[in-house]
């Protein structure tokens, strides 16, 4: 069904052949050699932990029994809320979610009670000899039931959470002047992370009453600051390691297995590891808000679009996590940044339900806001009878414009550019010529802005540290966790080109909460970050190591082995200065995230671009999607590591079209209608379209900020983009993510009984 | 009630193995726990996911759906097993010059069934390899740098 020129698997033309090189744990990965947290299995003394969680969504605890289990053999420790030291609370914005649930449960995953016992069977039984009574409450089963009158409150503050308001202009005055007006009611799904690695890790006692977590998540010292006020014990009691683990996209930036691992290797003095499965992951874990939106969008007679407005409602299940900063960023984003619109007005609504709890995830609400605003973007220009690449370029906001509220931003480039490039796609030539009788094809495309940073003035800093070790080695610290995405090869390569070093002369040390705290491994900020402290880093070593060499050093400096001459011979090794220096320099730097010049920061200060083309294929006899072709453009400053970039942007593209056609979690009165990969279908090799990035990488401003983190960029215009193809292809417009195979077959039939 | 036990002799990694294990005893847990085998990653203990794939008798078997009682006699390989193996030392390098891993969780088993297929048959083409690699789910990449290494190995 190809009938276009298009190379996939290409960065650009040159496919970035001389700056190609194999990321520093490619090769133990592809070996097996690579530890993951849940490959902690042989301490010795290790115990088993399991969590008991509640069988109903909504119910009064009115009694709990756990001496049955106390008393089965094998079983070390069981503990319930009454023996948590100190907060029973979590929650990364408000500690609103308990460790062990003492009076009330509010969905599935809430936790009563842990076991640690010698086995992992042994642990299951004792589970099951915990006696909880319960007295079952109303269900809240979605957004509308919880906001109804009458509803009994989940929270002290009421089931709504947070909502948002922004606005500029007049909308209602602007759209009785408008020529075309369109309106449309879009809803997204419950998708789940689907790291390959659930939730996992191992608490170690020391024995001096510490403890020492070895875990995957993505900020080893908020969750210390968190365990320590859980487990009452002095920050320096606590140690937070995250392992480079298997996959986050925002589902382990919340505490996890970590509250009942510490408290029972606290209780047992051993070792105590705990890994969710797959049916656990499911239940307790973080899910993407199920958001459902309602637009209205209008020109006027030219196709200038005068008025945007836009209501959405957010499923955000029975806890706060990062409810409330998602929906910020959801918000912005259904401002339509993108665009220059005189009138604009978004609403928002967060609500506490019974349902899985939702929080972080990669794009972080704004994807779901950019499927409305860019399908209403369509939608009008086909009531306005433009091209939707003609309705855009006529309402495109310059680079100088400010965002959405107001507030100065670094756009990386003009997205006229990225417009241009997404039109010249050689996926538009013969776009709906299929040469089978059964499929259709088509073509589409989207546009998508994205920010790095936590944003809106949060708190946002991180640091790095810098140190020669005796034997010559130069350590390089972050806080940042690899999770897949690559840190650690950006680390390594900018590195290099900061410090002047190979990389034969480095060692990487990351995820340690006793080592620099960087903030969270979250929001895309980690390259900007590394880029950042680097840079401060560089004079000082430099001076550090001169330093040590004493008088004639002047001309040298940092380069492969040791200080270089300006042409690069080696002059003293790393090795040697080690040996020389009085005090070896250990070099820390800290520092806030950028924000801009403004005096009240607001949404996102570095900002990056993406266009996506998608090409597919629809089954006239089962309504099947099958993807064939992305093309995407993308402007985001420096490709720093090439296979990272292009993995990074075409694996959140694939995740995307997961969500757009395939992944969601159905829930009816707070049941899980499923709880594992049989029934919760992730896109698999067979599924895989083929890819090209072109990657627009010089940047307006400069050398300012010359990188920008790119983890988030490549679903943030997939769902629209695969969208407009369909309709293209068969003339029929989904609102409703994901697209299954009966809707679109039924809707085909519709339009063409 | 005493707890049936099974003596199991068979082989892992070409070294024979007798050990007392429960009947009902997963060849997942025989092998992380038990053996310290950790190459095989656990990722949804229902045979869905391919993160434990293992070459039972040289096929590729997800470790996760076999009980001990199913394994008398019979020969088990790894990752840990397979890391000296010509074909193996091919198909990780492919991997790794694609950039077609990146957290790394799923790799050990799309390394041993890729192993397998090309150990089955020398001359497969990518769809072959392709085929065999349907029951190996990838979270991360997006399978585009796995669908190039797997062009990479048809062709060599």
Redesign the interface.
């Known amino acids: 069904m190809s009938t276009n020129d298009f190379t996939?698997?290409q960065l650009n033309a040159d496919n970035f052949a001389d700056r190609?090189q194999?990321?520093p744990?490619?090769?133990s990965?592809?070996?097996?050699?690579?530890?993951?947290p849940?490959?902690e299995?042989?301490w010795p003394g290790l115990l088993h932990g399991r969590i008991l969680r509640s069988p109903f969504p909504h119910a009064q605890i009115t009694g709990i029994n756990v001496d049955a289990a106390r008393e089965l053999p094998g079983v070390r420790a069981v503990v319930t809320a009454a023996d948590i030291p100190g907060d029973n609370h979590y929650g990364i914005v408000f500690r609103d979610q308990p460790v062990f649930c003492t009076d009330r449960v509010r969905y599935l995953g809430d936790a009563l009670a842990a076991v640690a016992a010698d086995t992992p069977e042994i642990a299951a039984h004792a589970l099951s000899l915990i006696e909880v009574q319960y007295t079952e409450l109303p269900v809240l089963g979605d957004p509308a039931a919880a906001l109804a009158d009458g509803a009994p409150p989940l929270h002290p503050g009421g089931n709504l959470l947070d909502s948002s308001l922004l606005e500029h202009g007049d909308v209602e005055a602007a759209f009785k002047a408008c020529a075309f007006v369109v309106e449309g009611r879009y809803s997204t799904p419950r998708q789940m992370?689907?790291?390959?690695?659930?939730e996992g890790g191992v608490a170690v006692p020391d024995n001096q009453g510490g403890l020492t977590f070895r875990v995957g998540c993505q900020s080893g010292h908020r969750d210390r600051e968190q365990l320590a006020s859980i487990l009452d014990l002095p920050l320096d009691k606590v140690r937070v390691i995250g392992l480079?683990?298997?996959?986050g996209?925002g589902g382990k930036d919340e505490l996890t297995m970590q509250p009942a691992a510490g408290l029972l290797a606290l209780r047992t003095g051993r070792p105590v590891r705990i890994?969710f499965?797959?049916r656990e992951s499911t239940i307790a874990g973080i899910k993407r808000h199920p958001v459902e939106l309602v637009a209205r969008t209008g020109c006027d007679a030219q196709g200038n679009i005068l008025a945007h407005q836009l209501h959405a409602v957010l499923d955000t299940g029975a806890y706060a996590t990062l409810g409330p900063a998602v929906l910020t960023n959801l918000t912005d984003h259904a401002a339509a940044p993108l665009y220059r619109i005189p009138n604009v007005k978004v609403t928002g609504q967060l609500v506490y339900t019974n349902n899985s709890v939702a929080g972080a995830f990669r794009g972080f609400g704004g994807n779901q806001a950019t499927f409305a605003v860019e399908s209403q973007l369509d939608k009008l220009a086909a009531a306005a009878g433009l091209h939707p690449a003609e309705l855009r370029k006529r309402n495109l906001r310059t680079p100088d414009d400010p965002g959405v509220e107001g507030q100065t931003q670094q756009q990386p480039c003009d997205p006229r550019l990225l417009l241009d490039a997404a039109l010249a796609s050689p996926l538009w030539e013969n776009a709906t010529e299929s040469d089978h009788r059964r499929w259709l094809t088509g073509v589409g495309m989207a546009l998508g802005a994205q920010g790095n940073g936590l944003g809106n003035g949060l708190p946002d800093s991180g640091g790095a540290r810098l140190h020669l070790s005796a034997a010559g080695r130069i350590e390089l610290a972050f806080g940042f966790i690899e999770?897949?995405?690559?840190v650690i090869a950006a680390v390594e390569h900018l590195a290099c080109e900061y410090l002047g070093c190979a990389p034969d002369d480095l060692d990487i040390r990351l995820g340690d909460s006793s080592g620099p705290d960087s903030g969270p491994t979250s929001a895309s900020r980690s390259s900007v970050i590394a880029v950042e402290a680097l840079r401060r880093l560089q004079p000082q070593w430099r001076a550090a190591l001169q330093d040590i060499a004493g008088r004639h050093a002047d001309d040298l400096a940092p380069g492969r082995g040791g200080l270089c001459t300006p042409s690069g011979d080696l002059r003293i090794s790393y090795a040697k200065l080690a040996k020389m220096a009085a005090q070896r320099p250990v070099l820390k730097v800290h520092f806030d995230f950028p924000t801009g010049p403004d005096a009240t920061p607001r949404g996102r200060y570095l900002q990056l671009l993406i266009a996506s083309v998608a090409r597919v294929a629809v089954d006239r006899l089962t309504g099947r999607v099958r993807v064939l072709q992305l093309h995407h453009i993308t402007a985001g400053g420096k490709v720093i590591h090439?296979?990272?970039y292009?993995?990074q942007i075409?694996?959140?593209?694939?995740?995307g079209m997961g969500m757009a056609l395939l992944e969601d979690v159905p829930m009816q009165d707070g049941q899980f209608l499923l709880d594992?990969?049989?029934a919760y279908l992730?896109?698999?090799?067979?599924d895989?379209p083929?890819?090209r990035v072109d990657v627009i990488e010089a940047i307006l401003g400069g050398e300012s900020y010359p990188v920008r983190g790119i983890g988030e960029l490549g679903i943030e215009a997939i769902s629209p983009a695969l969208i407009a193809a369909i309709e293209n292809a068969t003339g029929v417009r989904m609102h409703s993510l994901p697209v299954r195979p009966t809707t679109l077959l039924t809707a085909m039939q519709e339009q063409h009984p | 009630m005493s707890e049936p036990r099974l003596t199991l002799q068979f082989t892992v990694n070409g070294s024979e193995q007798i050990i007392e294990v429960s009947p009902t005893r997963r060849l997942l847990d025989i092998l992380r726990s038990d053996l310290n085998l950790t190459g095989p990653k656990e990722g949804c203990s229902i045979g869905r996911c391919g993160a434990c794939s293992v070459l039972v008798d040289g096929q590729s078997t997800p470790a996760c759906l076999l009980l001990a009682c199913q394994l008398q006699g019979r020969s088990v390989q790894t990752i840990e097993g397979l890391r000296d193996e010509p074909v193996f030392e091919r198909v990780s390098a492919a991997l790794v010059n694609a950039g077609a891993l990146q957290c790394g969780y799923c790799t050990p088993g799309i390394a041993s069934t890729l192993t397998a297929a090309l150990r089955n048959n020398p001359t497969a083409t990518a769809q072959e390899l392709e085929q065999a690699l349907y029951g190996n789910l990838c979270r991360c990449t997006g399978y585009t740098g796995l669908r190039q290494a797997v062009a990479e190995l048809a062709r060599t």
Not at chain 1, 29 to 36: F, L, T
Request: proline share 7%.
């Open positions: 996939p698997r190609w194999q990321r744990d490619a090769r990965k592809a070996r097996g050699e690579q530890r993951y849940t490959d299995l042989a992370h689907v790291f390959m690695e659930t480079a683990t298997g996959g996209f890994h499965d797959r999770y897949g995405q690559g090439p296979p990272s292009l993995g075409e694996g959140a593209a694939v995740m594992n990969l049989d992730i896109p698999t090799l067979a895989a083929e890819q």
